[in-house]
């Protein structure tokens, strides 16, 4: 199999909410390359894009700002603002209304990287008019302009990537549910994990919030069957219930803007690293709970994971690494997972590409290095160049 290059972001569930402009104080932890936020539960996304060597993807600065214990702080309604894509950037304007600002002094503005922090001094107090990490894409913070237009701060930001549309100021469930059409360009997305559940339950909001057709191999299956899964692992074996599964992924993979929840544990082909020709049809997104406390510590256990091979799950694109389960926070997980599925597919945007021709050419199992019209695949990986 081939070897792993991972790209890392951190999401909490008190990061995600209906007022994406947070002001929320949190808990430090600092590493040379990554500031981490910690929470309880706490959801680390890690984006598995298949490379011959193991070299992190440079991609988010997920630094955060905070104010300063020296600043007096008042409450503001951050959610009075007025946002247009301009192509190559972004206006943001914000309404200074009843704040009296006298100078242009008063005001500050600080962005950097998916950041960006505005801040107005008002008899000696600072207010905090929006305080965020998550832009929903990187800008390039020496363009940043801003000025007053009447009552009304206007900042003008830069994007890093033009090309990307983006359809809010912020990253959030409904910001990346309508922008990761775009991205995604139809293709479908796979659940995989050791639970059923988790993969049904995430499957559905993904669903939802995309517009696509939630379907669930567990219940196709015992369609199929005329008999539950847990009988029919009682009569035939694992073995069995896996290769009805394959058969199952085999009538799916021709089809487009479908979310798809796998069986989980041993009894599913998703954890068997030889059964995986199918789901190389769509995105594959691992849902792994673990007992990491931090987001190093996830990191590290997804890189041994992906590196030893062992564990079929290995092969998929995105890794959500969630600590502990509850139902309710479904949909936080499905956020987890649009955002490193965007992550990836901006570091190469062939990829939904590939996707697709893998589809037309049959899905033989070449994934990653596709192989041209008329390879065999029993005549082994190397009897030909690949298509990319």
Same mark, same amino acid.
């Given at each position: 199999m081939a070897a792993a290059a991972a790209t890392y972001h951190h999401l909490s569930l008190s990061? #995600?909410?209906?007022? *994406?402009?947070?002001?929320r104080k949190t808990q430090h932890f600092s590493s040379p390359r990554h500031s981490v936020s910690i929470f309880k539960p706490v959801f680390i996304s890690i984006s598995l894009?298949?490379?011959?060597?193991?070299? *992190? #993807?440079?991609?988010?600065?997920r630094r955060r700002f905070t104010c300063s214990n020296s600043l007096s702080s008042i409450p503001a309604n951050t959610s009075q603002y007025e946002f247009s894509d301009g192509s190559a950037e972004i206006e943001l304007r914000l309404q200074l209304g009843?704040?009296? #600002?006298q100078s242009s002094?008063?005001?500050?503005?600080?962005? !950097?990287?998916?950041?960006?922090?505005?801040?107005?001094?008002?008899s000696g107090s600072f207010i905090t008019l929006i305080e965020?990490?998550?832009?929903?894409?990187? #800008?390039? *913070?020496?363009?940043?302009? %801003?000025?007053?237009?009447?009552d009304q701060l206007v900042i003008n930001l830069k994007k890093q990537d033009p090309e990307l549309k983006w359809p809010d100021i912020v990253e959030s469930w409904e910001s990346l549910t309508a922008g990761s059409m775009q991205l995604l360009k139809g293709t479908s997305i796979y659940l995989v994990g050791d639970s059923t559940e988790v993969n049904e339950k995430v499957a559905h909001e993904l669903a939802v919030g995309l517009g696509y057709t939630p379907l669930s191999t567990k219940e196709l299956l015992e369609t199929f069957a005329k008999q539950t899964i847990d009988s029919w692992m009682l009569a035939e074996g694992s073995d069995s219930v896996a290769n009805g599964e394959c058969a199952v992924l085999e009538s799916l993979s021709s089809h487009v803007r479908a979310v798809v929840a796998t069986l989980g544990g041993q009894q599913g082909a998703a954890a068997r690293a030889d059964k995986w020709q199918h789901l190389y049809a769509g995105f594959t997104v691992w849902l792994s709970q673990t007992e990491a406390m931090d987001e190093n510590s996830a990191k590290e256990e997804a890189r041994r994971h992906v590196k030893d091979g062992k564990v079929g799950y290995s092969n998929a694109d995105v890794v959500v690494?969630?600590?502990? %389960? !509850?139902? !309710?926070?479904?949909?936080?997980v499905a956020q987890a997972s649009l955002s490193a599925l965007k992550q990836l597919i901006q570091s190469d945007k062939k990829l939904p590409g590939k996707k697709s021709l893998y589809i037309r050419l049959g899905c033989r199992g070449d994934w990653p290095n596709i192989k041209p019209p008329g390879w065999d695949p029993s005549a082994g990986p190397n009897a030909s160049t690949d298509t990319n």
């Open positions: 990061s #995600i909410s209906q007022n *994406p402009i947070s002001k894009h298949k490379s011959t060597n193991v070299v *992190p #993807i440079k991609t988010h600065d009843s704040l009296e #600002i002094k008063d005001i500050f503005v600080d962005a !950097d990287g998916t950041c960006l922090t505005v801040r107005v001094n008002r965020t990490n998550q832009l929903f894409d990187k #800008i390039k *913070p020496t363009e940043t302009i %801003w000025y007053i237009d009447e690494k969630l600590q502990g %389960w !509850d139902a !309710d926070h479904a949909k936080s």
